[in-house]
């Protein structure tokens, strides 16, 4: 089993960054495809990006490519997303997730953390 706790939301001015983090602990996460997801009040969960388990691939939602990157560094055992330009349409609560295989499907994913708020001021 794997633990996720994200950090690193708050507020931020359109056009501003924010840095999110995600740490894990538990089994093994260097086994683990990661991805982040978010949530707007009264939409459905949204795929934003994800990673391989070795980082060597990402995929991003058009919603967010050029904009977002996702990395992980797999001796800290932490999973990020490098937010910027952000806009008041990515606000939402982000969730990381792990996964035995790489997927844009959150219903591939076993392990989710608490989520973390996102807030773009217009």
């Known amino acids: 089993q794997v633990q996720l706790v994200e950090s690193g939301g708050g507020l931020v001015q359109a056009g501003g960054s924010l840095r999110l983090s995600c740490a894990a602990s538990g089994r093994t996460f260097s086994s683990y495809a990661m991805a982040w997801f978010r949530q707007a009040p009264g939409k459905e969960r949204e795929y934003v990006a994800r990673i391989t388990w070795s980082g060597s691939s990402t995929n991003y939602a058009d919603s967010v490519k050029g904009r977002f990157t996702i990395s992980r560094d797999n001796a800290k055992n932490t999973l990020y997303l490098e937010m910027n330009s952000l806009k008041p349409e990515d606000t939402a609560v982000y969730y990381c997730?792990?996964?035995?295989?790489?997927?844009?499907?959150?219903?591939?994913?076993?392990?989710w953390g608490q989520g973390t708020q996102v807030t773009v001021s217009s």
């Open positions: 997730a792990a996964a035995q295989y790489s997927s844009p499907n959150y219903r591939a994913y076993d392990y």
